[in-house]
Nanobody, 126 residues
């Protein structure tokens, strides 16, 4: 059983940056592809980015591409999301997910991913 704990959320002004972390425990971190999703109030959960087990390949939504960077550190069993040039529309609860399937498919399989964290709130003020 894998446990995922997100941290690093907070309040930031538009144009600012945040770095989210997702700490994994209880399993073999290297076995899982990892992803970030987000959910804004009144909206559906939205895919943000994903990364392969090795970290060699990354994938992004159109809204995240060029502004956000996903990465992982196997020695620390932790995944990160560096978010730059934040905008008010990025306000949401951000969740991390882990699954042994291919990272490139995680955007389309949110409902079936194995493990989820509890989320961390990101609020961007204008």
């Amino acid at each position: 059983q894998v446990q995922l704990v997100e941290s690093g959320g907070g309040l930031v002004q538009a144009g600012g940056s945040l770095r989210l972390s997702c700490a994994a425990s209880g399993g073999d971190f290297g076995y899982y592809s990892m992803a970030w999703f987000r959910q804004a109030p009144g909206k559906d959960r939205e895919y943000v980015a994903s990364i392969t087990q090795s970290g060699a390949d990354t994938y992004y939504s159109d809204s995240a591409k060029g502004r956000f960077t996903i990465s992982r550190d196997g020695a620390r069993n932790t995944m990160f999301l560096q978010m730059d040039a934040l905008a008010p529309e990025d306000t949401a609860i951000y969740y991390c997910a882990a699954d042994p399937s291919a990272a490139r498919t995680m955007a389309f399989r949110a409902a079936t991913l194995d493990y989820w964290g509890q989320g961390t709130q990101v609020t961007v003020s204008s």
